[in-house]
Each structure stands twice: as C-alpha cells, then as structure tokens.
C-alpha cells in the first residue's frame, strides 16, 4: 500500500456545489495531516493542518477517521477561485521529520 | 518578512553542464528539502537536511548534490549525470517536529534542458 493516496480527479463542480476529497494513509501511527493547495505552476501552500479528528476554517472542513486511515477535505458553496490541486500530506513512516506528498486531486469549479 | 527564497526563477541548461539552484529562508528552520515535481506529478523528494552540515538522500538523488554549510542556506546543483532534468524544482524549510508544523515551500526553479 503507497504512504499516501488520492483520487486524482478532475472534479468538476459548478460554482455553489459542495465538494469532497478523499485520503487514504499506510501509517497508523501518524498524528498530525496537512492539506496543501497548489496551484497550476505555483508552489504548494498550506491550506489546513489536521491533529485530532478534524479541524474547520471558514467553507473548508477535514475531517480524520483514524480507524480506516483516511483523510477527507470538504469544500462548501465552491468558488471559481478554488480551482487547484488539493495535495494530502502525512509524515513519513520512518520519522527523519519528513512528510509524504500524495500526487494530488485536481478540482476545476465552472460558473 | 520571513520566508524561502528561490533562485532563479527560470533555468536553461545545455547538455553536460552542471547548474546550481538557490534556497535561501530567514524563517530560522532547522530543516530544508528539494523536491522536484514533473508536469501532472506529485513531489518527488531529491535531498533533505536536518541541521547543518548534515543531510540526507531522499527517493531521487542520483544526478543531484546539495551542502548545508549555513542554516540557512541549501543550495541544490543539478549535475550532468541526471539524464532528465526538466522539471520544476521546490525548496522547502520546517521548524521541528516537522510533523507539527508542516512546511513552507519557496516559489520554485523551472529547469529546461536546451
């Protein structure tokens, strides 16, 4: 099983729509996630970080369900601006202060 | 203001030359990385340094060298043995546990072998 997997999309949602993203994780013992949101030929920025079993800001929820290792990011009344790359990140398995990128789901909002 | 800086933003390389890329932060971090990442690609990890003067292979290194000479800077050369070094390339920095915080990326060095 990868460290770290995604459906790579594209989800294409029209502007309004609610939207989720799935995460799977091979870690158990992982404690903290991140979500990371990067635009077409930018860098990655942070979007959210996740420690317990979820965490909200404004239109954009994660939520953590430890028992079936995975991750979920959740996007309310989506805006043509939210249209990204959304990456799942978790730490590496082996420790060294190292995080696993999944490759990513790319979601397209259309007016 | 803190943060990682990049240079260059864009890089063309001949056949057989060796190119550095710049990474610097002033955000203090103990801990800096390379990725690189290929059109519809996730990240690749190339190199990755704890504390300075040490550092570590990560999945890709081959045809890569980095030093850590200065906490805040980790310069990344790409040598004429990477075969296909057209890619973006992303320099990150962590304050450690690295787990706690997640990383800052700098803006990244598009390389283009000419």
């Known amino acids: 099983r990868k460290e770290v997997e995604q459906d790579p999309g594209p989800f294409n949602v029209p502007e309004g729509a609610t939207v989720a993203f799935n995460c799977t994780y091979s870690?158990?013992?992982?404690?903290?996630f991140f979500w990371y949101r990067q635009d077409c030929r930018k860098e990655p920025k942070l979007l959210m970080s996740?420690?317990?079993s979820g965490n909200e800001d404004g239109r954009f929820t994660a939520q953590l369900n430890r028992a079936s290792q995975y991750i979920s990011l959740l996007i309310r009344d989506s805006k043509l601006s939210d249209s990204a790359t959304y990456l799942c990140?978790?730490?590496?398995?082996?420790?060294?202060?190292?995080?696993?990128f999944g490759a990513g789901t790319r979601l397209a909002v259309h007016p | 203001d803190g943060g990682i800086t990049q240079s260059p933003k864009y890089l063309f390389r001949k056949e057989g030359q060796n190119v550095t890329l710049s990474c610097e932060q002033n955000?203090?971090?103990?801990?800096m990385y390379w990725y690189r990442q290929d059109p519809g690609q996730g990240l690749r990890l190339i190199y990755y340094?704890?504390?300075?003067?040490?550092?570590q292979k990560g999945d890709i290194a081959e045809g890569y060298s980095v030093s850590r000479e200065k906490k805040e800077s980790f310069p990344l050369t790409v040598t004429s043995a990477q075969k296909n070094p057209t890619a973006f390339y992303l320099c990150?920095?962590?304050?450690?546990?690295?787990?706690?915080?997640?990383?800052?990326f700098g803006s990244g060095t598009r390389l283009t072998v000419v």
């Open positions: 870690n158990s013992a992982s404690q903290s």
């Open positions: 955000l203090n971090h103990d801990a």
């Open positions: 990150a920095s962590s304050i450690r546990p690295t787990n706690n915080y997640g990383y800052t």
């Open positions: 340094s704890q504390i300075v003067n040490d550092f």
């Open positions: 990140v978790v730490p590496f398995s082996g420790g060294y202060n190292k995080l696993i």
């Open positions: 996740v420690y317990s």
